[in-house]
């Protein structure tokens, strides 16, 4: 059975660098699969931040791109660095398996199952 | 405001069915698989459908999915007091290359 679980500091300073882990038990995230995170605001929806392939490859949300690093580390995990965070990035951050398939620049069958706890992260001085 | 439209609530009588919707365009909905979620209070969001209309294993066949054109539907029949929940729909969207949600309909079971 898949499990996956969100780590990293509950508040973080504007300005600052958000690094979250997601440590992966019950599958090789080496053996395949797209691995992606995803955030929900508080009292608000759900947003897609991005993903990584086994291979290393990687699809990111536009308007966060230039911002955002996803990497595969060791030890079975992968994690997500978001640089300069303000207010607006304050959410609970959920990591997950992303099913379907990607074809050049498009993901056609994207779908995320399962996905962890999550963690909230706030930004705050 | 979200690329795909989804009603901010729906009700219905324990027993009964319901069903949500989820209106997007010709750039998600229409030419890419659609997926379901069911988020329950203070928990994480979990799959209900994939690819428009498959059920994972354990998900009960009370739940449904359906496409035509540039919406999607999820159904709900014998509706229980647990199936109260935050729902989202979720498709790749190709013009913005990347994943877009709707805004989520909360049920309420009457």
């Known amino acids: 059975q898949v499990q996956l679980q969100e780590s990293g500091p509950g508040l973080v300073k504007p300005s600052e660098t958000l690094s979250l882990t997601c440590i992966v038990s019950?599958?090789?995230?080496?053996?395949?699969?797209?691995w992606g995170w995803i955030r929900q605001p508080p009292g608000m929806g759900l947003e897609w931040i991005g993903g990584?392939?086994?291979?290393?490859?990687t699809y990111y949300n536009p308007s966060l791109k230039s911002r955002l690093t996803i990497s595969l580390d060791t030890s079975n995990q992968f994690s997500l660095q978001l640089r300069s965070v303000t207010a607006a990035d304050t959410a609970v951050y959920y990591c997950?398996?992303?099913?379907?398939?990607?074809?050049?620049?498009?993901?056609?069958?994207?779908?995320?199952?399962?996905w962890g706890q999550g963690t909230p992260v706030t930004v705050s001085s | 405001q979200s690329v795909l439209t989804q009603p901010p609530s729906v009700s219905a009588a324990p027993g009964q069915k319901v069903t949500v919707s989820c209106s997007g365009s010709?750039?998600?909905?229409?030419?890419?698989?659609v997926s379901w979620y069911q988020q329950l209070p203070g928990t994480a969001p979990k799959l209900l459908i994939y690819?428009?209309?498959q059920r994972p294993s354990g998900i009960p066949d009370r739940f449904s999915g359906s496409k035509s054109g540039t919406s999607a539907t999820l159904g709900i029949t014998g509706l229980q007091t647990g199936d109260e929940a935050d729902y989202y729909c979720?498709?790749?969207?190709?013009?913005?290359?990347?994943?877009?949600f709707g805004g989520g309909t909360k049920l309420t079971v009457l």
């Open positions: 990584i392939y086994d291979g290393g490859g």
């Open positions: 010709t750039s998600n909905i229409a030419i890419n698989y």
């Open positions: 019950g599958y090789s995230i080496s053996s395949g699969y797209f």
């Open positions: 979720g498709t790749w969207d190709s013009s913005l290359s990347h994943v877009v």
């Open positions: 690819d428009n209309n």
């Open positions: 997950a398996r992303v099913g379907g398939y990607c074809s050049g620049i498009n993901c056609p069958d994207s779908y995320f199952d399962p």
